[in-house]
């Protein structure tokens, strides 16, 4: 983790679903959910940053990550390097992927986790003023992070959906930019597909799923008020 950081760059904010819910129906669960969110973001955290690969430029970034209860700060640190946003954004997403297919790993013993997840472009400051990283001496802001939180707000009511606010351009139909959807004028990251031809199907059975959920509450509802 750097001491500090200014610049422009790609950050992304993973927020837990569900996790109020969770407290309130069962603490011990939550807990278990929190040591295990925070284990796989510095896990895969530290995992992308040793496979980088090769290419020089890809030597120079390096990816940081803030976890705090259920939410987790993620930004490119770039500022030894050249910007290049299409760089950074294959970085931060291919981190994306596999932090929350790590979290609904089913070969795991404890409970899936969903997120939801905004990525926006900007700038950031990070300032770490002591030798630990903890909410008391750690300060993050900017207009990236403001975009990415709120992005992340309005996503509530669809786990598992990743959003980059804005729509990048010239990007390669390779991995993981085969993935992405422009959707009223945001990009929509598919993390969980390996193909672009499965996001109509995944998207129509999402509202699927979505729209059965409403129809068993109302079905509750007139059922008690008959």
Not at 5 to 18: E, P, Q
Not at 190 to 201: G, I, P
Request: charged residues 25%; glycine residues 4%; hydrophobic residues 35%.
């Amino acid at each position: 983790m750097p001491r500090s950081f200014k610049g422009n760059t790609w950050v992304a904010f993973l927020d837990m679903s569900g996790f109020k819910q969770m407290m309130m129906k069962d603490m011990s669960l939550a807990k278990e959910a929190l040591y295990n969110f925070y284990d796989t973001v510095s896990d895969e955290v530290l995992r992308i940053n040793k496979q980088k690969g090769a290419d020089d430029s890809f030597k120079k970034v390096s990816i940081s990550s803030i976890v705090v209860s259920d939410c987790a700060v993620i930004f490119v640190d770039n500022g030894n390097v050249k910007d290049d946003i299409t760089r950074d954004l294959q970085l931060i997403l291919t981190l994306i992927h596999q932090i929350n297919r790590s979290l609904i790993n089913p070969q795991k013993k404890v409970s899936p986790i969903m997120t939801t997840c905004a990525i926006a472009y900007g700038d950031f400051k990070y300032v770490n003023k002591g030798a630990n990283i903890d909410t008391h001496n750690t300060l993050f802001y900017g207009q990236a992070y403001l975009k990415a939180f709120s992005g992340s707000e309005k996503l509530r009511k669809k786990p598992g959906y990743c959003m980059i606010l804005g729509k990048p351009d010239n990007l390669k139909n390779t991995p993981p930019f085969n993935l992405l959807k422009t959707i009223d004028n945001h990009c929509y990251y598919y993390w969980m597909l390996n193909s672009h031809e499965d996001v109509e199907k995944f998207q129509e059975e999402y509202t699927e799923i979505s729209q059965e959920r409403y129809k068993r509450t109302a079905n509750i509802l007139s059922k008690f008020t008959a």
